[in-house]
């Protein structure tokens, strides 16, 4: 038989440089190109080369490509494999790159760098032989004793797995096809091994140094393996097939080390899901769709995307409270002394609740009412909900709707869509884990509207006690009670809110706080709160009901609370840094008296500055404790007064009357000024007012015109024509804001009355009601 010669790869090879892996001849590895040499070589030889010559490059291991071109080549590992390059794929997303499929051929030596420029090029030396190996008696006896035993550990290795795998009995195939001097290569490649003994195995040129090191390795595989099927006799069969998961195609693992344990874990996951299925006390109609949902979910494999939905699907109707509930606390004595500790005032709200809780005492299955707290922001809506729930003795959850716009946040997603999830009705109940909690519907006057849908229409089911014990989230698709849960709605005003949604709710106005009341919260509730929170004791900080009135009337305008409270903050704060200056100066001062005890110290300083020290110490004492806060020291921390209290000043002459303003924030006083001059009977109006109240100023003047004799009102001339040769000027101050509504009549006629009759309104009294053109007055 004639001998076959050999096959040589070109002297001269292109070199593509790697630090990710280690390619050794024979194995398969997909390597990343985003460096500026490589991608210039696959550019330049891969893509515009039609010969296989320009497809066979040199990889270089264990060398980084430097970033651009203008810096050097780093030191270069002598010895690399000889590459075909099979598949390249580019992209140019986040940035241009290219992956490349390679297979290794032979070893190669460097002799010596061509060029560097624009990819580095270099004369090689072939060190393997590249050859149909025959599969003969003498090639084995060349071999020798080396070459039979590593044969018998990888025979024993892939025995080792299941061998029902197609990769397994492919890779038991190849042993007996390839010749010998491949198979250490092939199996380094495959066996879970780090780049270091990659590289180690790439260097062993001869050919007897390679299978001494590659027979440790898969000693060390054997001996994994046998201590993973000790571990896991029970349950070997299915952990061979894991084990022997794509042999081939990633070379980076060892099959049979990996210890994948998820399909194990996924399957127990399952079993206890399922028993949790049959102990739980869902209704039955619910108990059907997850029995149901159990089995197809057996059936499905991981890899598809419908099973993690169904999984989180069972998981979340596994853990809703569909029968678990709490016992409410229906001691009324109890629950009055709470509402009140909590709050000050609001009586028609802890009326409310006790009639509740009445109620519950003689009727066991009472729906929860559906209630609406409706009132200016700050007074505490949010704050009470949270306090009928610690009354009750139930679990409290807040859902914000402020600016919510899609209806699917109220009802769930349909199953059918990626990233579909429960609406809020459900996760809250699935967060409380009970089925009667207290949900805080906060700020539904504030609901959009949008083409995802209404959620103000969604809204009527939930809270509809005639339909919410059978509410249908579009994410269960069953039945769930909401009867048993007490929904307390928030809003500034109904204005906004749909007449359907309205007419399901018991609307509970919630007034704005009077100047007393705020008094006693911020003495009962938030100065207190506000010294826990700085640090603060009453020792070091009093602060009198006069101050307190005084933050009320000249610093805050608002019908709740917040800015009292901020202010009350802001006092904190200040007296907290005296308090935090006066320690540190008592500190200093102890320290000095220390150092004055010493002699030698004490003469230095004597003798240096004796007046400064003396003043420095007088200066140094601590503020006296406590700190009052005195209408002075508000001037200080606060500033000058926001607010002047100038309603006597305004009302000194005629022509001037006080009405009320309804705003959303609680409302307002509002000055109308009236002056009158020689002129030809024409009505004025400014101050920015709508029609409504246009037409009010004119009902006025109409009705006083046709009783000014009556009340013995007359124009600066005498006559009782209060429009003859006289024009008048009605203005509303604040002209940037808009005003309007029909409720101004009152303070018109008042205002004009005064005018015209040279008296002056009480300082005392501010009005507000519309008047109809016989003088009946209309409430507001």
Same mark, same amino acid.
């Given at each position: 038989?004639?001998?076959?010669?050999?096959?040589?790869?070109?002297?001269?090879?292109?070199?593509?440089?790697?630090?990710?892996?280690?390619?050794?001849p024979?194995?398969?590895?997909?390597?990343?190109?985003?460096?500026?040499?490589?991608?210039?070589?696959?550019?330049?030889?891969?893509?515009?080369?039609t010969?296989?010559?320009?497809?066979?490059?040199g990889?270089?291991?264990?060398?980084?490509?430097?970033?651009?071109?203008?810096?050097?080549?780093?030191?270069?590992?002598?010895?690399?494999?000889a590459?075909?390059?099979?598949?390249?794929?580019?992209?140019?997303?986040?940035?241009?790159?290219?992956?490349?499929?390679?297979?290794?051929?032979?070893?190669?030596q460097?002799?010596?760098?061509?060029?560097?420029?624009?990819?580095?090029?270099?004369?090689?030396?072939?060190?393997?032989?590249?050859?149909?190996?025959?599969?003969?008696?003498?090639?084995?006896?060349e071999?020798?004793?080396?070459?039979?035993?590593?044969?018998?550990?990888?025979?024993?290795?892939?025995?080792?797995?299941?061998?029902?795998?197609?990769?397994?009995?492919?890779l038991r195939?190849?042993l007996?096809?390839?010749?010998?001097?491949?198979?250490?290569?092939?199996l380094?490649?495959?066996?879970?091994?780090?780049?270091?003994?990659?590289?180690?195995?790439?260097?062993?040129?001869?050919?007897?140094?390679?299978?001494?090191?590659?027979?440790?390795?898969?000693?060390?595989?054997?001996?994994?393996?046998?201590?993973?099927?000790?571990?896991?006799?029970?349950?070997?069969d299915?952990?061979?097939?894991?084990?022997?998961?794509?042999?081939i195609?990633?070379?980076?693992?060892?099959?049979?080390?990996?210890?994948?344990?998820?399909?194990?874990?996924?399957?127990?996951?399952?079993?206890?899901?399922?028993?949790k299925?049959?102990?739980?006390?869902?209704?039955?109609?619910?108990?059907?769709?997850?029995?149901?949902?159990?089995?197809?979910?057996?059936?499905?494999p991981?890899?598809?995307?419908?099973?993690?939905?169904?999984?989180?699907?069972?998981?979340l109707?596994?853990?809703?409270?569909?029968?678990?509930?709490?016992?409410?606390?229906l001691?009324?004595?109890?629950?009055?002394?709470?509402?009140?500790?909590?709050?000050y005032?609001?009586?028609?709200?802890?009326?409310?609740?006790?009639?509740?809780?009445?109620?519950?005492?003689?009727?066991?299955?009472?729906?929860?009412?559906?209630l609406?707290?409706?009132?200016?922001?700050?007074?505490?809506k949010?704050?009470?909900?949270?306090?009928?729930?610690?009354?009750?003795?139930?679990?409290?959850?807040?859902?914000?709707?402020?600016?919510?716009?899609?209806?699917?946040?109220?009802?769930?997603?349909?199953?059918?869509?990626?990233?579909?999830?429960?609406?809020?009705?459900?996760?809250?109940?699935?967060?409380?884990?009970?089925?009667?909690?207290?949900?805080?519907?906060?700020?539904?006057?504030?609901?959009?509207?949008?083409?995802?849908?209404?959620?103000?229409?969604?809204? @009527? /089911?939930?809270?509809? #006690? *005639?339909?919410?014990?059978?509410? +249908? !989230?579009?994410? %269960?698709?069953?039945?769930?009670?909401?009867?048993?849960?007490?929904?307390i709605?928030t809003?500034?005003?109904?204005?906004?809110?749909?007449?359907?949604?309205?007419?399901?709710?018991?609307?509970?106005?919630?007034?704005?706080?009077?100047?007393?009341?705020?008094?006693?919260?911020?003495?009962?509730?938030?100065?207190?709160?506000?010294?826990?929170?700085?640090?603060?004791?009453?020792?070091?900080?009093?602060?009198?009901?006069?101050?307190?009135?005084?933050?009320?009337?000249?610093?805050?305008?608002?019908?709740?609370?917040?800015?009292?409270?901020?202010?009350?903050?802001?006092?904190?704060?200040?007296?907290?840094?005296?308090?935090?200056?006066?320690?540190?100066?008592?500190?200093?001062?102890d320290?000095s008296?220390?150092?004055?005890?010493?002699?030698?110290?004490?003469?230095? @300083? /004597?003798?240096?500055? #004796? *007046?400064?020290?003396?003043?420095? +110490? !007088?200066?140094a %004492?601590?503020p006296?404790?406590?700190?009052?806060?005195?209408?002075?020291?508000?001037?200080?921390?606060?500033?000058?007064?926001?607010?002047?209290?100038?309603?006597?000043?305004?009302?000194?002459?005629p022509?001037?009357?006080i009405?009320?303003?309804?705003?959303?924030?609680g409302?307002?006083?509002?000055?109308?000024?009236?002056?009158?001059?020689?002129?030809?009977?024409?009505?004025?109006?400014?101050?920015?007012?709508?029609?409504?109240?246009?037409?009010s100023?004119?009902?006025?003047?109409?009705?006083?015109?046709?009783?000014?004799?009556?009340?013995?009102?007359?124009?600066?001339?005498?006559?009782?024509?209060?429009?003859?040769?006289?024009?008048?000027?009605?203005h509303?101050?604040?002209?940037?804001?808009?005003?309007?509504?029909?409720?101004?009549?009152?303070?018109?006629?008042?205002?004009?009355?005064?005018?015209?009759?040279?008296?002056?309104?009480?300082?005392?009294?501010?009005?507000?009601?519309?008047?109809?053109?016989?003088?009946?007055?209309?409430?507001?």
């Amino acid at each position: 038989m004639s001998s076959v010669s050999p096959i040589q790869i070109p002297s001269r090879l292109p070199l593509l440089l790697t630090h990710e892996g280690v390619l050794l001849p024979g194995s398969t590895m997909r390597t990343s190109v985003d460096s500026a040499r490589n991608l210039q070589l696959v550019r330049s030889r891969l893509l515009k080369g039609t010969s296989l010559q320009s497809t066979i490059l040199g990889v270089i291991p264990n060398t980084p490509d430097p970033a651009s071109d203008a810096q050097d080549l780093p030191p270069l590992h002598r010895i690399g494999t000889a590459a075909l390059a099979v598949q390249v794929v580019g992209s140019n997303w986040p940035k241009p790159h290219y992956t490349l499929l390679i297979t290794g051929l032979c070893r190669f030596q460097i002799v010596q760098v061509l060029k560097e420029k624009p990819y580095p090029v270099a004369e090689v030396e072939q060190l393997d032989r590249l050859e149909e190996f025959p599969n003969t008696c003498k090639t084995r006896e060349e071999l020798g004793e080396l070459s039979e035993q590593f044969y018998k550990y990888a025979v024993q290795l892939v025995e080792m797995l299941d061998m029902s795998v197609p990769a397994v009995a492919k890779l038991r195939r190849l042993l007996d096809s390839l010749p010998r001097e491949a198979l250490p290569d092939i199996l380094t490649s495959i066996i879970r091994t780090s780049n270091k003994e990659k590289l180690q195995i790439l260097d062993a040129v001869s050919l007897e140094e390679r299978f001494k090191m590659t027979i440790p390795l898969l000693v060390r595989q054997i001996e994994g393996l046998k201590l993973l099927q000790k571990t896991r006799k029970h349950k070997q069969d299915d952990d061979k097939r894991v084990i022997a998961i794509r042999p081939i195609r990633r070379i980076t693992h060892i099959p049979g080390a990996l210890e994948d344990e998820d399909e194990d874990e996924d399957h127990d996951d399952i079993v206890m899901l399922e028993k949790k299925i049959q102990t739980s006390s869902m209704p039955e109609q619910a108990h059907k769709v997850c029995v149901k949902e159990i089995k197809r979910l057996k059936k499905m494999p991981q890899s598809m995307p419908e099973y993690a939905l169904t999984r989180n699907y069972l998981e979340l109707m596994v853990e809703l409270p569909w029968n678990k509930s709490t016992t409410d606390r229906l001691d009324i004595r109890a629950a009055r002394i709470l509402l009140d500790n909590d709050h000050y005032a609001m009586e028609k709200l802890k009326k409310r609740v006790l009639e509740y809780l009445a109620v519950r005492q003689l009727k066991n299955n009472l729906k929860g009412p559906i209630l609406c707290f409706v009132g200016p922001p700050g007074v505490g809506k949010t704050s009470v909900g949270r306090s009928v729930a610690k009354t009750l003795g139930r679990e409290f959850h807040r859902i914000a709707l402020g600016g919510v716009c899609d209806q699917s946040d109220i009802r769930g997603h349909r199953r059918t869509y990626v990233g579909s999830m429960p609406g809020r009705i459900i996760n809250g109940l699935k967060t409380v884990g009970v089925n009667n909690p207290v949900f805080l519907l906060d700020e539904v006057d504030k609901l959009g509207k949008s083409l995802q849908g209404d959620p103000a229409a969604a809204l @009527l /089911e939930v809270l509809d #006690p *005639e339909q919410n014990h059978n509410f +249908t !989230d579009h994410y %269960l698709n069953v039945a769930f009670d909401l009867s048993q849960v007490l929904f307390i709605a928030t809003a500034n005003t109904t204005a906004t809110i749909p007449p359907a949604l309205l007419d399901r709710m018991e609307i509970i106005q919630v007034p704005g706080y009077t100047q007393e009341e705020k008094i006693e919260i911020a003495h009962r509730h938030l100065i207190p709160k506000q010294l826990e929170q700085h640090g603060l004791t009453p020792q070091q900080i009093q602060i009198p009901q006069v101050t307190t009135l005084d933050i009320i009337t000249r610093y805050t305008r608002e019908a709740g609370v917040r800015s009292l409270d901020r202010k009350l903050g802001a006092i904190c704060r200040a007296v907290a840094v005296k308090v935090a200056e006066g320690q540190h100066k008592e500190a200093k001062l102890d320290h000095s008296d220390v150092a004055e005890g010493e002699g030698c110290k004490e003469h230095i @300083l /004597e003798d240096a500055k #004796p *007046e400064s020290i003396s003043d420095t +110490t !007088d200066l140094a %004492l601590p503020p006296e404790m406590p700190i009052l806060i005195d209408f002075h020291a508000l001037k200080d921390i606060l500033g000058p007064p926001m607010y002047e209290m100038e309603v006597s000043e305004r009302l000194s002459q005629p022509g001037v009357a006080i009405g009320l303003a309804w705003t959303p924030l609680g409302g307002e006083i509002m000055f109308v000024e009236a002056s009158r001059m020689d002129g030809e009977g024409q009505l004025t109006l400014t101050g920015q007012l709508g029609d409504v109240m246009k037409e009010s100023a004119h009902l006025a003047i109409s009705w006083l015109r046709s009783n000014a004799k009556k009340y013995h009102l007359t124009n600066a001339s005498g006559s009782f024509d209060l429009l003859d040769n006289t024009d008048i000027h009605l203005h509303f101050p604040a002209g940037a804001v808009t005003k309007d509504g029909p409720s101004a009549g009152v303070t018109i006629v008042t205002c004009l009355a005064s005018l015209f009759s040279g008296r002056l309104v009480r300082s005392d009294v501010a009005m507000t009601g519309e008047i109809t053109l016989r003088g009946l007055v209309l409430p507001d």
